[in-house]
Nanobody, 117 residues
Framework: QVQLVESGGGLVQPGGSLRLSCAAS????????MRWYRQAPGKEREWVAG?????????FYADSVKGRFTISRENAKNTVYLQMNSLKPEDTALYFC?????????WGKGTLVTVSS
């Protein structure tokens, strides 16, 4: 049974940092691309970052977070991370982990990030 469980969200001041985690089970993350999405209040869900399978390990970012966010994976823990630095109020959103496994597209329940002074 595939599961994705996000954690690490919280309240942070502008300019601060957070590291989100996505613990996966039921599959091996090193064999699939992994992605982070976010959904701000009243807005549609948007793609934030992605990382390809370990053999290439390429990372990709939305323009809005490029240079501030870093996606990575720790295969031994079957976990994907999103390091978020220089956070802005517009980064406030529910952050979701996503994994296309086989014919299914799996999502976690999300972790809330609030950037406010």
């Amino acid at each position: 049974q595939v599961q994705l469980v996000e954690s690490g969200g919280g309240l942070v001041q502008p300019g601060g940092s957070l590291r989100l985690s996505c613990a996966a089970s039921g599959f091996t993350i090193s064999s699939y691309p992994m992605r982070w999405y976010r959904q701000a209040p009243g807005k549609e869900r948007e793609w934030v970052a992605g990382i390809t399978i370990t053999s290439s390990g390429n990372t990709f970012y939305a323009d809005s977070v490029k240079g501030r966010f870093t996606i990575s994976r720790e295969n031994a823990k079957n976990t994907v991370y999103l390091q978020m630095n220089s956070l802005k109020p517009e980064d406030t959103a529910l952050y979701f982990c996503n994994a296309p496994v086989g014919v299914m597209n799996y999502w976690g329940k999300g972790t809330l990030v609030t950037v406010s002074s």
